[in-house]
C-alpha cells in the first residue's frame, strides 16, 4: 500500500509497505472467557464525567515473541486481541511482535486499527517496535525509525555490549479531534548493557527535544522504576511517569504467565512531558481460559493536554 496522504517520508524505507500498513480486519476467532478473566471496559469509561472528549489513551504492550516456551503465538493473539479490542485504546506502542504476529493480531482488530514498524534487522526481519494507532482518532504526518547505536541509521547495527540490535519508533501524529500534534517515541531498551539503556535514552532525548507539541514514550525498558535510565527521563529530562502520577496497583508488569503479584517491579512504562496530564492509569490483567496474552501486562494510560 502506499504512503498516507500529507505524509512527507523521512528517509527512503518510509514508504515501505510495512511502514503504511493498513491492513483491516478479514476475520475473527472467539475464545471462552474465564469467569475473573476481567472482561475490563475502557479504561476512559472507568472515570466517567472527569474524560473530556479531548482526552486520549496510551497503552504499552511487549507482545512476546513467538518462543518455544509452552505460550504458543495462535493461543495468545486471540487474547491479545479480546484485550485490545476491549480497553481500545488509540495509541499502542508495541514490543517484540514479528512480521506474522503483528499482521495476524491487526487482522483480529477493529477496522480502524492500522500500524506501522520496521523490523530490528532491516525491513520485514526481527522484532518490531510496532505503533497501532486507531486512525479514526489520529493520522500520521511522519515516521521515523532508527537503531539505538552510535549509527542510529544504520540499519540493524549495534553498540554498547547489546544482545541484539534495538529499534527506536518515532511517530509525529495529528490528534483529528483537536488537530494538535502528538509525538510517540516506542522503544524496548537492552536488557542487558545499563551502558545501552542510558546512551539510548541520550537518542531519545534529541527526539524529544525537537518535537512541535506534547511527547509520550512508551517501551519495555528491562529494568524497574528508580534505575539510572528511570531517573536520567523522569529528573534530568523532567518526564512524568504516568504510572506514579496517579495511584494505581502495586504489581509488576513482567509476570512470565504467573499472573500478577504485589511488589514485583514494574518495567513496562508510560512517559509524557509536562503538557500532558495523566488523568488515569491502569496496568491490563485481562486472562481467558486461563491464558494470557503475553508474559508482560499491557500498561494504559488516559492523557489530557495541559494549557
Known amino acids: 500500500m502506499g504512503c498516507a496522504p500529507d505524509w512527507n517520508p523521512p528517509?527512503?524505507?518510509?514508504?515501505?509497505?510495512?511502514?503504511?500498513?493498513?491492513?483491516?480486519?478479514?476475520g475473527?476467532?472467539?475464545?471462552?472467557?474465564?469467569?475473573?478473566?476481567?472482561?475490563?471496559?475502557?479504561?476512559?469509561?472507568?472515570?466517567?464525567?472527569?474524560?473530556?472528549?479531548?482526552?486520549?489513551?496510551?497503552?504499552?504492550?511487549?507482545?512476546?515473541?513467538?518462543?518455544?516456551?509452552?505460550?504458543?503465538?495462535?493461543?495468545?493473539?486471540?487474547?491479545?486481541?479480546?484485550?485490545?479490542t476491549q480497553a481500545r485504546p488509540h495509541i499502542i506502542?508495541?514490543?517484540?511482535?514479528?512480521?506474522?504476529?503483528?499482521?495476524?493480531?491487526?487482522?483480529l482488530l477493529p477496522k480502524e486499527y492500522v500500524w506501522l514498524g520496521e523490523g530490528h534487522s532491516g525491513g520485514n526481519s526481527?522484532?518490531?517496535?510496532?505503533?497501532?494507532?486507531?486512525?479514526?482518532?489520529?493520522?500520521?504526518?511522519r515516521v521515523d525509525i532508527s537503531w539505538l547505536s552510535e549509527?542510529?541509521?544504520?540499519?540493524?547495527?549495534?553498540?554498547?555490549?547489546?544482545?541484539?540490535?534495538?529499534?527506536?519508533?518515532?511517530?509525529?501524529?495529528?490528534?483529528?479531534?483537536?488537530?494538535?500534534?502528538?509525538?510517540?517515541?516506542?522503544?524496548?531498551?537492552?536488557?542487558r548493557s545499563e551502558e545501552a539503556r542510558l546512551e539510548s535514552g541520550k537518542i531519545m532525548a534529541d527526539h524529544l527535544a525537537e518535537a512541535a507539541g506534547p511527547c509520550v514514550v512508551t517501551g519495555d525498558f528491562n529494568v524497574a522504576t528508580g534505575s539510572p535510565v528511570y531517573n536520567y527521563f523522569c529528573t534530568e529530562l523532567g518526564l512524568t511517569d504516568t504510572g506514579a502520577a496517579v495511584p494505581g496497583e502495586n504489581i509488576g508488569t513482567f509476570h512470565r504467565y504467573k499472573g500478577p503479584k504485589d511488589g514485583d517491579p514494574r518495567i513496562d512504562w508510560i512517559l509524557t512531558t509536562s503538557d500532558l496530564q495523566t488523568v488515569s492509569t491502569r496496568i491490563n490483567t485481562f486472562s481467558a481460559g486461563g491464558e494470557y496474552p503475553s508474559d508482560h501486562f499491557p500498561v494504559e494510560a488516559v492523557l489530557r493536554r495541559v494549557d
Open 11 to 26: 528517509h527512503p524505507r518510509a514508504c515501505s509497505p510495512l511502514l503504511c500498513k493498513a491492513t483491516h480486519r478479514v
Open 28 to 84: 475473527t476467532k472467539s475464545h471462552e472467557l474465564t469467569e475473573n478473566s476481567g472482561s475490563d471496559p475502557p479504561l476512559s469509561a472507568l472515570i466517567g464525567e472527569d474524560c473530556a472528549m479531548s482526552d486520549f489513551s496510551i497503552m504499552t504492550f511487549n507482545l512476546r515473541y513467538p518462543a518455544l516456551d509452552g505460550h504458543p503465538v495462535a493461543t495468545r493473539l486471540p487474547i491479545a486481541a479480546e484485550l485490545i
Open 93 to 107: 506502542g508495541t514490543q517484540e511482535g514479528e512480521l506474522d504476529q503483528l499482521e495476524n493480531l491487526i487482522s
Open 126 to 141: 526481527g522484532e518490531f517496535t510496532a505503533v497501532i494507532y486507531d486512525s479514526s482518532r489520529f493520522d500520521v504526518d
Open 151 to 191: 549509527q542510529p541509521e544504520t540499519v540493524a547495527s549495534e553498540s554498547w555490549g547489546v544482545s541484539h540490535a534495538r529499534t527506536l519508533t518515532v511517530v509525529d501524529f495529528r490528534d483529528l479531534v483537536t488537530k494538535q500534534p502528538l509525538r510517540l517515541l516506542n522503544t524496548h531498551l537492552d536488557h
